[in-house]
């Protein structure tokens, strides 16, 4: 499930032709295509919470923009991945998390079966630690999202280049068997070209095509001629797209 990346040039290219707004270059598409992406897929969460407080109205579309909401953020849930455990000479219990959008929950394998880690505030760590009713055990442990060795940078070259939000330390000390569930990004799109006479040519081999939900594919031909009107600093251009946007909507709407 995906949208056609030279289908979206060709459509951006054809409208700004059309207006006689000039050419927009391969490397600018890319450029404008990644952020149109990334702001169309951020626009998902704003939208989810949005219908799910009810602050759209109460038509007969709620339920099934919702469910259509959920089923574009689907395609980038990942269900129990692998995390890496990292060895420190400090401290223990130090894994690192796949590169994700959003984290969801984590788990440890326990005799066969996965038990949920629960996140706690490191201000909370001592106090849990230290009270027999709340210490963490290997069927109910806990995490910490910034460890102590990561906060004094007291890293070692195995640690070294991981970001600070991709880190976690568990309690009690967990070696293997970790996995989360997380939201994932969308990856970089690419359209990707052969230059023949001069000319840019689509080459498929060469190519990334948009991850999103394929009923996005008009909304990011709107997006990318908003961007365009930007770059280009032609307000016309940017005015269509917001004509064009304005149909869309509408369009969503009924």
Same mark, same amino acid.
């Given at each position: ?20 707004? $000039? ?5 600018? #598409? ?17 939208? !989810? ?25 689907? @395609?980038?849930?990942? #269900? ?13 219990? @130090? !894994? ?7 984290? $969801? ?13 629960? %996140? ?11 009270? =027999? ?38 309690? =009690?000390?967990?070696?293997? $068997? ?7 990004? =969308? ?11 001069? %000319?840019?040519?689509?080459? /498929? ?26 770059? @280009? ?12 946007? /304005? ?5 969503? %709407?009924?």
């Amino acid at each position: 499930m995906a949208v056609n990346i030279d289908t979206v040039y060709q459509r951006v290219l054809a409208i700004a032709n059309k207006e006689q707004r $000039g050419y927009i270059t391969p490397q600018e #598409f890319n450029l404008l295509a990644n952020q149109a992406q990334m702001n169309i897929f951020e626009q998902y969460f704003y939208d !989810w919470n949005q219908f799910e407080k009810g602050e759209t109205g109460n038509d007969s579309t709620y339920s099934d923009m919702l469910d259509l909401i959920n089923e574009k953020i689907d @395609i980038f849930e990942k #269900f129990r991945v692998s995390c890496l455990y990292t060895t420190n000479a400090n401290q223990a219990g @130090i !894994w690192e998390l796949p590169d994700h959008y959003r984290m $969801g929950e984590i788990y440890s394998l326990c005799n066969g079966q996965y038990v949920e880690i629960e %996140k706690i505030d490191q201000n909370q760590l001592h106090h849990i630690q230290n009270s =027999p009713l709340t210490a963490p055990t290997i069927d109910r442990p806990v995490y910490v999202r910034t460890s102590n060795i990561l906060r004094i940078g007291s890293t070692t070259d195995l640690l070294t280049g991981i970001p600070l939000e991709r880190t976690i330390q568990v309690f =009690p000390t967990i070696t293997t $068997g970790v996995v989360c569930n997380y939201i994932d990004h =969308p990856s970089k799109v690419s359209w990707g070209y052969t230059i023949v006479n001069e %000319k840019a040519l689509y080459n /498929a081999d060469r190519t990334t095509h948009f991850e999103l939900h394929p009923s996005d594919e008009k909304n990011l031909v709107i997006k990318i001629l908003e961007l365009a009107g930007i770059l @280009i600093k032609d307000p016309g251009l940017y005015q269509l797209a917001g004509t064009e946007e /304005a149909q869309y909507l509408q369009q969503e %709407k009924q």
